[in-house]
């Protein structure tokens, strides 16, 4: 088993910045990939970036150029969240993926607002 707990959320203006942790413990080795998805009320919870254990990435298109995903070790991933808008005010969840598994952490409220 994984477990994922994630940091970093708040209320923020309107082109702010947050910085999102999740830390993964248990059974780590099991580990492929990690990313961050959210959930805004009334709508389906979509990816928002992933990287993979070779550190490869991939976006949203609707915040490429905005926010950084990044990974320290085996078990730490981070969202760098720029220029933030109100439309990415959502839960924010972090995932970790094994080979038959997917792992998922409880969320952390992002609220963009003035």
């Known amino acids: 088993q994984v477990q994922l707990v994630e940091s970093g959320g708040g209320l923020v203006q309107p082109g702010g910045s947050l910085r999102l942790s999740c830390v993964a413990s248990?059974?780590?080795?099991?580990?492929?990939?990690m990313g961050w998805y959210r959930q805004a009320p009334g709508k389906q919870r979509e990816l928002v970036a992933g990287?993979?254990?070779?550190?490869?990435t991939n976006y949203a298109n609707s915040v490429k150029g905005r926010f950084t995903i990044s990974r320290d070790n085996a078990n730490l991933v981070y969202l760098q969240m720029n220029s933030l808008k109100p439309e990415d005010t959502a839960v924010y969840y972090c995932?970790?993926?094994?080979?038959?598994?997917?792992?998922w952490g409880q969320g952390t409220q992002v609220t963009v607002s003035s």
């Open positions: 995932n970790a993926q094994s080979i038959t598994t997917d792992y």
């Open positions: 248990g059974s780590i080795f099991r580990i492929r990939s």
């Open positions: 990287i993979t254990s070779g550190g490869n």
